[in-house]
């Protein structure tokens, strides 16, 4: 039996779910249809934004904000953050921009949250 917190809307639901191996066979809790649909997501392949900061050489503004555009794999977030810690920002670099393209070629590219003369 595995318990999800649905985060799908504001209700929240505690979700018990029933596996039989990789199947989930019974699922109870949830108050929309969204719910078995996140459950599954979380289960099998959970991911997350991840956000952090990144050096830079601007003696102002020593770390930059930033984030992953796309969820990345909950086991490669390790891996993200040190293939960002080998990473330097040099400016300008707008909101939005990207900084790292495809990082660890899973699909998600890291990018600036802040503006950086």
Do not use: W
Not at 87 to 113: D, M, S, Y
């Amino acid at each position: 039996m595995k318990k999800v917190i649905c985060i799908m809307c504001p209700l929240g639901c505690p979700i018990e779910i029933q596996l039989k191996g990789k199947k989930i066979i019974q699922a109870h809790g949830n108050k929309c249809k969204e719910g078995i649909t996140y459950a599954r997501k979380e289960i099998f392949l959970p991911g997350r934004v991840l956000t952090t900061t990144i050096k830079t050489v601007n003696p102002d503004l020593r770390l930059l904000p930033v984030r992953s555009d796309n969820e990345v794999p909950k086991e490669r977030l390790m891996d993200c953050m040190k293939e960002i810690a080998n990473h330097t920002v040099r400016g300008p670099v707008e909101l939005g921009e990207i900084v790292i393209k495809n990082v660890l070629g899973i699909g998600a590219n890291i990018v600036a949250c802040r503006t950086l003369s």
